[in-house]
């Protein structure tokens, strides 16, 4: 059964960096996909950027794509977040979900980013 993990949430000053990361199950290999959304209270669940494992290419949406980076990590097996200048509309919960190269989707249970001012 494939596992995906998040973890770097927790409490952040306005202004400050953030880093996410995400683990699934095996290798990032294994998946044609590795995706970062995140929901705030009262907001549907937004795409942020996407990792493609066969082209080794992030595509960042425009929610992020001024302050934020990207990157995989092959060795650890991570698809890592970078976002600098943290504003308080960036508290939500942040997700990652990975699609197998059949299709199947699997989220993680998500991780808390809380900002303050």
């Known amino acids: 059964q494939v596992q995906v993990t998040e973890s770097g949430g927790g409490l952040v000053q306005t202004g400050g960096s953030l880093r996410l990361s995400c683990a699934a199950t095996?290798?990032?290999?294994?998946?044609?996909?590795i995706q970062w959304y995140r929901q705030a209270p009262g907001e549907e669940r937004a795409l942020l950027a996407q990792?493609?494992?066969?082209?080794?290419?992030?595509m960042y949406t425009d929610l992020v794509i001024a302050r934020s980076s990207a990157s995989a990590d092959d060795d650890e097996g991570t698809f890592n977040l970078h976002m600098n200048d943290v504003r308080p509309e960036d508290a939500a919960v942040y997700y990652c979900?990975?699609?197998?190269?059949?299709?199947?989707?699997?989220w993680g249970r998500g991780t808390t980013v809380i900002v303050s001012s």
């Open positions: 979900k990975v699609i197998s190269i059949s299709g199947n989707e699997y």
């Open positions: 095996g290798s990032i290999r294994d998946y044609k996909f």
């Open positions: 990792y493609k494992t066969t082209s080794a290419t992030v």
